[in-house]
Structures are given as C-alpha cells and as structure tokens.
C-alpha cells in the first residue's frame, strides 16, 4: 500500500514537472548525454560504423567533419542549417565565404542519417549527429574521447548572409577578432586557443594562407619557402592547392599543431597569431608541452561549443533528411 502511494507521488511529481516545463516553454530543457537511450539505443554504434568507414577510405575526412561541426554551431547555434540546401525561400550557408568550396563532408552526413532513419526514424536530430560525428572522428585520429550531449533540434531555414557577417572568422584575423568572435559565442580565450588545436588535422587552400607565407616577417623561412613551392604569390594561380594545417602530422590528433606554432609555422595568420608575443602564447606553449593538458581544455571547450544556441523542446524540427526542412 505504501508502495503504491510513493508510486503514485512520484507520477503526481512527473506530471508536475511536465506540466512546469510545458508552461516555460520548453525552452529552458538541456541537452543530456542519454537523450536518445530509450528512443534509439544504437545510435552511437550505428554513426560511428559510418564514420570509420568513411575515414578509412579518406583520412581527412576526420578533419572536415569535424569542422562542419564548428561552422554550423557559429551561425545561429548548432541546429544543422549548414546541412541544408538552398531552397527557394532561402540561399543556404554552404555557399558563404568561409564554406564555398571548403567544408566537405555532407555525402557522409546523408549517410549517417539515412541509417539512423532506418533505426530509429524521426528521432534524431541532423545537429546532434553533427555533434557525434565531431566526437568520433577526433577520436578515429588518436584524440580524446567525451560524452556528447544531444537533444538539439534541426532549424527550418539557414542564412547566407549570417554565415558570411563574420561571425565565423576570417584566416587573416587579428589575435583580437579572434578572442572578440568566440567571446560572443559564450566561449573564453582559452576556449579559442583549445579549440584552435583542431588544425593539428586537415588541409587548407592556398588562397587561405598566401599572404602569409609570402608576407609575412613572423615565419620560419624554410617552411615558407616550401610552402611558396605550392602556393605562387599571384591570385589565381593555384588557389586550390591544399597544404596541411599541421605540417608535421595532419592525419593524427595530437600536440604537434602548437609545437609548430613554437617554431613559427603556423599555416594561416590565425593560427600563428595565438603565439606572436600576446596574451595567448602562455596557452600555446602550455598545450605545446602537455598533451593532457590540450586534451582537458579541448573537450571541454568543444562540449561548450556543441551548447551554443540549441533548439530544443518543441522548437525546430527532426528534419527526415538533412538537406532540406521538412
Ligand atoms: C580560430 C578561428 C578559426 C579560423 C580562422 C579557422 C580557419 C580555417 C581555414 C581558413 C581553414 C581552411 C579552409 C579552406 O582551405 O578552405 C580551416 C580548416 C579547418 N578548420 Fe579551422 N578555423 C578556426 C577554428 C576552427 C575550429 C574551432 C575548428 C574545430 C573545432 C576548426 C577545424 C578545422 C579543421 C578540422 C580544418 C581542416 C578541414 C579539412 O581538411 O577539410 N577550425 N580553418
Ligand atoms: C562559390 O564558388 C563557385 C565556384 O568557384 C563560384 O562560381 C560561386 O560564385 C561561389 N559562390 C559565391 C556565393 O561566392
Ligand atoms: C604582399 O603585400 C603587398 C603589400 O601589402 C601586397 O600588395 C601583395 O599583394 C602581397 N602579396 C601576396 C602574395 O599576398
């Protein structure tokens, strides 16, 4: 008899609670780590077969899966809009500045999410397996593993113009720019710089970087001149030609991006700027050293990105593909 009173107690408080969060909107609920556990319980397993599947046939892959993780977080919070494809009442981010021609990776994203809609359809989110393919892919490459939080919901339309204002900054930025883009995004100095190491893998275009490595006085000489080999000083020759971000091991996910800083050859000006005698050079020296540290300061700074505005609740939608609103 007791038992049934606790019982029914307990249901009393669930509906109270309910009814409480039904009131504020829902637009107060989190993202939790066991969101899909009872909805689609092989989630997990069923993204990361896709992943490893596809960076095996590319290593890179890794690296521009998880940088579509961070342009879409950036431009109105990590709902999925830089999956979708233009459509007649919106042109899309994928053909902004900081994305045309650069961020790849959709093709393993469809993947993913016809796999999952088979499993568990209209369950999971485009933005949440946006946040587990970042998760894994660092991982494919030897770096640290985190619990991801889900529960994010997909946006109905995306914006061109939010994705080019800047507030996914540009290569040729400043020290300040960068700490002022991450600051109005909730995330510290030492968030940036953590998250920055993210270029320990991947490739970037000549058109990136040809200033500098022709331009400029902060670099090492020897790695300049081989970079030139590659990327010649006149616009359009060669815009495309990739070089690695970091030189000494782009296919791995380890310390080696700052130990190139220390040494002068960060790839793009925003990389080099984060160790040219300012506030951040301690950080960089600290994670050129550490590999426990970097690791400690870039999960958590990449679970604070994956918090940036999420639709949650009832608002936005589990889009069926992620290309297009429902
Ligand atoms: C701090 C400001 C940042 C700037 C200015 C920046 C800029 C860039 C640029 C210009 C490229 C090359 C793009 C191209 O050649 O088309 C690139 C590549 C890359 N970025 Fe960043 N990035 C920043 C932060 C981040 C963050 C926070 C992440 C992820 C956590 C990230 C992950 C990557 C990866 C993995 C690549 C290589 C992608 C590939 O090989 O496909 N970046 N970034
Ligand atoms: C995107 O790149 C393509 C191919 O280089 C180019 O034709 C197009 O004009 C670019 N789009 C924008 C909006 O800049
Ligand atoms: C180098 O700097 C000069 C002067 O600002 C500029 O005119 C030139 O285009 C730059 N070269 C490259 C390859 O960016």
New binding site residues.
């Given amino acids: 008899m007791e038992y049934n009173n606790k019982q029914g107690s307990m249901l009393l408080m669930v509906v109270l609670m309910m009814m409480t969060m039904w009131s504020c909107g829902y637009s107060e609920a989190k993202l939790s780590r066991d969101f899909y556990s009872e909805s689609c319980p092989s989630l997990f397993p069923a993204v990361r077969r896709v992943v490893q599947h596809a960076v095996a046939k590319e290593r890179r892959m890794a690296a521009s899966l998880l940088r579509l993780f961070f342009h879409d977080c950036f431009v109105n919070g990590c709902d999925g809009s830089i999956l979708l494809d233009d459509t007649s009442s919106f042109v899309g981010e994928k053909t902004a500045g900081p994305n045309n021609n650069s961020v790849r990776g959709f093709e393993v994203i469809d993947r993913i999410k016809s796999k999952v809609e088979r499993l568990c359809p209209g369950v999971v989110s485009c933005a949440d397996i946006l946040a587990i393919t970042a998760r894994d892919s660092v991982l494919l490459l030897g770096g640290p593993k985190w619990g991801v939080k889900l529960g994010r919901r997909d946006s109905t339309k995306a914006s061109f113009s939010d994705a080019n204002s800047g507030v996914i900054p540009p290569p040729t930025s400043t020290l300040n720019n960068l700490i002022n883009r991450f600051k109005a995004k909730g995330l510290s100095t030492r968030d940036m710089v953590a998250l920055s190491g993210a270029h320990t893998i991947g490739q970037a275009r000549c058109v990136t970087f040809?200033?500098r490595i022709?331009?400029a006085s902060n670099i090492d000489l020897s790695f300049a001149l081989s970079r030139q080999m590659s990327c010649p000083?006149a616009?359009g020759s060669g815009d495309n030609n990739e070089a690695a971000l970091d030189p000494r091991s782009p296919g791995r996910f380890d310390l080696s991006y700052y130990k190139q800083l220390l040494k002068h050859r960060g790839l793009l000006t925003s990389d080099q700027v984060l160790f040219n005698g300012g506030s951040t050079d301690s950080l960089v020296v600290a994670y050129g050293y550490s590999l426990k540290a970097f690791y400690r300061d870039f999960v958590r700074a990449m679970i604070k990105m994956g918090d940036i505005s999420p639709l949650t609740g009832s608002n936005g939608q589990i889009r069926n593909n992620c290309r297009r609103p429902n």
């Fill in positions: 040809r200033n022709h331009n000083a616009s």
